[in-house]
């Protein structure tokens, strides 16, 4: 082989020396573009800052009784708080620990949803009742472990996931990942910060905050929280929130207002029935940090806008006389039907009264100022499928159920006046025919009507008065059940009555029932057949006939005004016309007269209660036949003379009349205190 010669290793040398000579070249010109010519470019550039935009969320409107006392309300309470947009990231266990000690310190409770706990015995080990969660651990999207891993092999793989290291003991360790699970399934993120423990006490709010102080990332926040402010006492009518279907997702976002799947929107009740009004808007807010983590700026490009508050037509003092009286006398008639089942051997006497409603109006407007329904529940408890949800859907009086405005109920006698009013009208009686009661009305031998006593010979004010069967009975098969219903309807009876949240039409004998034979006449007349009623068509009833015969649109809403309610936007408070029963002001007094004497004749049967009342009220009794003791109705209004109240009692199983009659006497007695 040839060597190479020493002016071929110069030139090599050479070359090397005029490359590096180039790079430095470019390099230093480089390097002057980057700090002379274009430096202050780049050091903008390298301090450019990264924007988050994040949402905030809106008031939700209140929901106050005409008064402008709060039914459901916002109140102020505290949280603690990880926000990732601040928080120091290499700390971050660290900082989790911390605040594990301190609200335990404090006795505060921090959000722990791990379904793994440490036993005893130092072992990890699967909650009871946690099935589901474990399952979802161990699916192939989560951490695609077998079915049969153990609690200890699960946690270190949770432990891996989040990249937690470390020699901690096991209950840091099994805390640490207990919170970053939850930061993982609540979508903690830079939009979006964690909540590590709420509704802290304001006791240990400043502990807490000295505790923290320094920690970035960490803060204690007030937030607003929903709340009924007597939850057990209008539950039915005020409603609660639950998670959205995509049905109701579908029809919310056609509305004005901005939704999404996650909301929690109004269920039933108020809640429901307002949604859009109670509703409020988000805004956002945009949030900038520099190319080391600092956050440079925060700015509110929108803000978030309450929801509006509802004002109801509901009295709250008048609603607390409402539940408690009802409360009270269907265990009051519970309490004397066994006692008398105990002493005479047999039932029928009240013994399985468990529930009841009641229904008080305005005459004037048919504004709702009470309804109540036995028995209820604690709204703040309740939570859609939750524990004691559950335990109310399993219960066999079904609290959850609005029985004053959804239950229909056979309503016995109070039907008589409407019944009275159509007969007067179509003239198939007048004020001073009689018809003679020998107790058994036997016209049709398959449907016989027994009255509760011998009467004799009684006019349509007398057969009111002591609430005659056999007399209605007769008037209802002169009548017809085709005229009988017309005119019920005009009452409201089989009709909706216009109330802004859920209720029933019920059911009217007659062209509502799926046969009818000729006889069925006679037992409608008196209220029974297929008559179903709830007892706010029946105070709207009653208050039609007090308001001469003008059916009004019932409503529970007075009106909508901003949040600070300072603006009305909504006014519900004029009087709606539905329709006239179509009775005259001569027949109808004919009816109320009567209705009158209910209550101040010694033969009427209510006598008992308001023979001596305060005030004049116009009334009627009723019992209604069912499996198991009676149903006792009751409906009212007063003063006689110029009513502005209409009340309607029902008590299932209640046997005795007296009950129903005292639930509307301690309303009258709030009322006209």
Known sequence: MRKKSKSGKKSVYTVCIIVTLVFFAIFAARLIDWQIIHGEE????????TSYTVSTDAIRGEILDKNCTGLVVNTTHYKVVIDKLY?????LDDTILSLIKITEQTKEKWADNLPIDLNANGKFQYKKSSEDDVQKHLAPDFLNLPEQTDANECLNALAERYKISGNYAKTDLRNLVSVHYNMEITGYSGSKP????????????????????????????TYLERSAANPELAPHLLGALGSMSEDEYNELSKSEKKYSLSDKVGKFGIEHAF???????????????????????????????????????????????ASKSLAENVKAAREAGKALKKANGKGGYGEDCETGAVVMLSVKDFSVLAAASYPTYDLNKYSEYGDYYIKLSENENSPMYNRAFVGSFACGSVYKPCVAAAALEEKVIKKDTEIYCDQYYDYYPTNVVKCMHYHGNLNVTGAITQSCNYFFAETGRRLGIDTMYLYAEKFGFGEYTGIEVEESKGTLAGRDSTSWQAGNTVQAAIGQSDNAFTPLQLATYTATIANNGVRLKT??????????????????????????????????????????????????????????????VAAKTGTAENSGSDHTTFICYAPFDNPEVAVAVVIEHGAKGMY??????????AYFK
Request: charged share 30%; hydrophobic share 30%.
């Open 42 to 49: 780049y050091k903008n550039l390298a301090a450019r800052s």
């Open 87 to 91: 928080v120091d990231e290499d700390k």
């Open 194 to 221: 964690y909540v590590f423990a709420e509704d802290i006490s304001q006791n240990s709010v400043s502990a807490i905050s000295e505790s923290t102080q320094g920690v970035s990332g960490v803060e204690v926040q």
């Open 275 to 321: 949604e859009t009004q109670l509703k409020g808007e988000g805004g956002t807010k945009i949030i900038k940090r520099n190319s080391d983590g600092t956050v440079v700026d925060k700015v509110e490009t929108i803000d978030a806008k309450p929801g509006n508050t509802v004002f109801l037509t509901i009295d709250s003092k008048l609603q607390e006389v």
């Open 555 to 616: 409503h529970l809403v007075s009106k909508i005004t901003d949040y600070e309610r300072k603006h009305t936007i909504e006014d519900y408070d004029s009087p709606v016309e539905v329709g006239s029963c179509g009775v005259s002001k001569e027949n109808l007094d004919i009816v109320r007269n009567a209705m009158l004497d209910v209550t101040r004749d010694e033969d009427g049967t209510a006598y008992s209660v308001f023979g001596n009342y305060k005030v004049k």
């Open 660 to 669: 129903s009659m005292q639930v509307a006497k301690d309303l009258l007695d």
